[in-house]
């Protein structure tokens, strides 16, 4: 399977996705489970106070139903189209209940398979719904640039929402929050993410997103100059300080001013628990804001 697949440009067009989703009794099943074995074994009894079920039956037909669902992954370009078992099979011994995986489920979790690569395991494992399609589309783009702007539009399209959620803001508390907590909760893609809004006041109309992908600045990050570590009693007192030291780095004057007066001016709309990230030519600052406790603010210089 791993050569088959193995195919050039099948890592930049490749779709992947359940046939029919699964639902909150199998996902359950899967998180309980140790997707990297080929066998799992449970009482009857676990399996009844876990998946919430009444009976015996009722786990016979969990299981049935749930050995009918697949994974498609298709590649256009190559005329590619894989369809893959995520139960294999399962026993009933005594009191126990054997369940068994696909071996491309268990090597989705070992590093540089194929299906690793393609993000099989986060599609098990995500619990957010669209998470995976966000996350797909990140992967693909955090190759190409350390920065990408997504407009509303193309949210709705990543996330297949085009009819939910009119206003930006349910859109955002809705899916987009709950999706990017949890990957960022993975720790696997480390990003900053901002709106980006029309004007630079409060009230300005949200064009779209914003993100940085964090893991571009790690080469550049081991020659820290300097951190502070305080509690800011205001927003203003943030942009001070990073005002100050943009001052101080870019000597007489601001090279990219338009940039980085942007930047500044998005600090007021930082929220608690928020992160900003300014990438210039001489340096990286982060700021990671607090609200009422000791916000973060760190200064790496560039090697020249």
Same mark, same amino acid.
């Given at each position: 399977?791993?050569?088959?697949?193995?195919?050039?440009?099948?890592?930049?067009?490749?779709?992947?996705?359940?046939?029919?989703?699964?639902?909150?009794?199998?996902?359950?099943?899967?998180?309980?489970?140790?997707?990297?074995?080929?066998?799992?074994?449970?009482?009857?009894?676990?399996?009844?106070?876990?998946?919430?079920?009444?009976?015996?039956?009722?786990?016979?037909?969990?299981?049935?139903?749930?050995?009918?669902?697949?994974?498609?992954?298709?590649?256009?370009?190559?005329?590619?189209?894989?369809?893959?078992?995520?139960?294999?099979? /399962?026993?009933?011994?005594?009191?126990?209940?054997?369940?068994? /995986?696909?071996?491309?489920?268990?090597?989705?979790?070992?590093?540089?398979?194929?299906?690793?690569?393609?993000?099989?395991?986060?599609?098990?494992?995500?619990?957010?719904?669209?998470?995976?399609?966000?996350?797909?589309?990140?992967?693909?783009?955090?190759?190409?640039?350390?920065?990408?702007?997504?407009?509303?539009?193309?949210?709705?399209?990543?996330?297949?929402?085009?009819?939910?959620?009119?206003?930006?803001?349910?859109?955002?508390?809705?899916?987009?929050?709950?999706?990017?907590?949890?990957?960022?909760?993975?720790?696997?893609?480390?990003?900053?993410?901002?709106?980006?809004?029309?004007?630079?006041?409060?009230?300005?109309?949200?064009?779209?997103?914003?993100?940085?992908?964090?893991?571009?600045?790690?080469?550049?990050?081991?020659?820290?100059?300097?951190?502070?570590?305080?509690?800011?009693?205001?927003?203003?007192?943030?942009?001070?300080?990073?005002?100050?030291?943009?001052?101080?780095?870019?000597?007489?004057?601001? /090279?990219?001013?338009?940039?980085?007066?942007?930047?500044?001016?998005?600090?007021?709309?930082?929220?608690?628990?928020?992160?900003?990230?300014?990438?210039?030519?001489?340096?990286?600052?982060?700021?990671?804001?607090?609200?009422?406790?000791?916000?973060?603010?760190?200064?790496?210089?560039?090697?020249?």
């Amino acid at each position: 399977m791993f050569s088959i697949m193995n195919s050039k440009g099948f890592l930049q067009n490749y779709k992947i996705k359940f046939l029919k989703n699964l639902n909150k009794r199998e996902k359950k099943l899967l998180e309980i489970s140790n997707l990297k074995k080929e066998k799992n074994i449970f009482t009857q009894e676990e399996i009844l106070e876990k998946l919430k079920l009444k009976d015996f039956q009722e786990i016979e037909k969990f299981l049935l139903d749930f050995s009918k669902k697949v994974i498609i992954i298709e590649e256009k370009k190559n005329n590619l189209k894989v369809q893959l078992s995520i139960l294999k099979s /399962y026993i009933f011994l005594e009191n126990k209940i054997y369940i068994f /995986y696909g071996e491309e489920i268990r090597n989705s979790f070992l590093e540089n398979n194929i299906f690793n690569k393609i993000g099989l395991d986060k599609l098990l494992i995500f619990k957010e719904k669209y998470a995976y399609e966000f996350y797909e589309f990140l992967l693909r783009e955090k190759n190409k640039k350390n920065e990408i702007e997504i407009s509303i539009e193309k949210i709705r399209e990543i996330l297949d929402a085009k009819n939910l959620y009119t206003r930006f803001f349910d859109l955002e508390k809705k899916l987009l929050i709950p999706i990017v907590k949890e990957l960022k909760t993975m720790g696997e893609l480390k990003f900053s993410y901002e709106k980006i809004k029309c004007g630079n006041h409060r009230g300005g109309k949200i064009l779209g997103i914003k993100l940085n992908f964090l893991e571009f600045f790690q080469e550049n990050k081991k020659n820290i100059n300097f951190k502070i570590e305080r509690e800011f009693k205001s927003l203003y007192e943030v942009h001070g300080v990073v005002s100050n030291i943009i001052n101080k780095y870019n000597e007489k004057y601001l /090279y990219n001013h338009l940039l980085q007066l942007k930047f500044l001016l998005k600090i007021y709309t930082l929220k608690d628990g928020e992160k900003m990230v300014l990438n210039d030519k001489k340096y990286i600052i982060e700021i990671n804001y607090k609200k009422n406790k000791p916000s973060k603010i760190e200064v790496f210089l560039k090697e020249k």
